[in-house]
């Protein structure tokens, strides 16, 4: 299980951008398999790790949603609050 740390906000929409589509991927493997004595840079690499990580943008939404958790409550508790006491 990945833990994330939650002092990061805005890490999640980053990385959302950053998930390597398919192709991005395949072209990866490709010039590996082209060069393999030639390391990844640490773009590639990290864009290889980022491809290894099962369920990786569902799992960025839910931290984001866990981040955004307690202050949309209270949004949204105030206005019932409101709301009932009018």
Request: glycine share 2%.
């Amino acid at each position: 299980m990945l833990l994330f740390d939650t002092s990061v906000t805005h890490l999640q929409k980053i990385l959302t951008t950053m998930i390597p589509s398919a192709e991005e991927k395949q072209m990866i493997i490709e010039a590996q398999q082209a060069s393999p004595d030639i390391p990844l840079g640490n773009a590639e690499a990290l864009l290889m790790t980022m491809a290894s990580i099962s369920e990786l943008e569902a799992r960025l939404q839910l931290w984001s949603f866990k981040l955004d958790y307690d202050q949309n409550e209270k949004v949204c508790m105030g206005k019932v609050w409101s709301e009932n006491h009018m």
